[in-house]
């Protein structure tokens, strides 16, 4: 069974960077360039997990999964934020928002893989 992955980052060329890494793994990406644009899309479709950034314009990383947990199909859905941000406090608010992860940017592509497999128990 193929996993959609939704990888929401402003920047095009770390959506990018995410999308071939994924997609060369095997995943179906979708990406968005904020978190409006991410709700919006999860209006079409329901990822098997979402990776993103945490400052984005319109709706940042946070924003995104307190309006992304309110949908009750979503509620199980993983997801990890990547971003330069690195502070506890921040962390703290991204999982009371629902988040199940931390890294920071730059990203490896090994690590990214691994800890997409890990929470989509592949």
Do not use: H, Y
């Not at 994924?22 to 990776?51: I, M, N, S, W, Y």
């Not at 990890?80 to 931390?102: C, M, N, P, V, Y």
């Amino acid at each position: 069974m193929t996993r959609t992955v939704l990888v929401v980052d402003d920047s095009p060329s770390v959506r990018q960077m995410m999308a071939n890494t994924l997609k060369g793994a095997g995943f179906v990406v979708v990406t968005a360039a904020d978190g409006q644009e991410a709700l919006d899309v999860c209006g079409r479709l329901r990822p098997d997990a979402v990776v993103t950034d945490q400052n984005m314009p319109r709706l940042d990383g946070i924003g995104f999964c307190r309006a992304f947990r309110t949908t009750p199909q979503n509620l199980g859905v993983p997801i990890i934020f990547l971003s330069t941000e690195s502070e506890d406090a921040i962390k703290q608010k991204a999982r009371a928002a629902g988040a199940i992860g931390w890294m920071i940017k730059p990203f490896d592509q090994a690590k990214l893989l691994a800890v997409i497999n890990r929470v989509l128990g592949a």
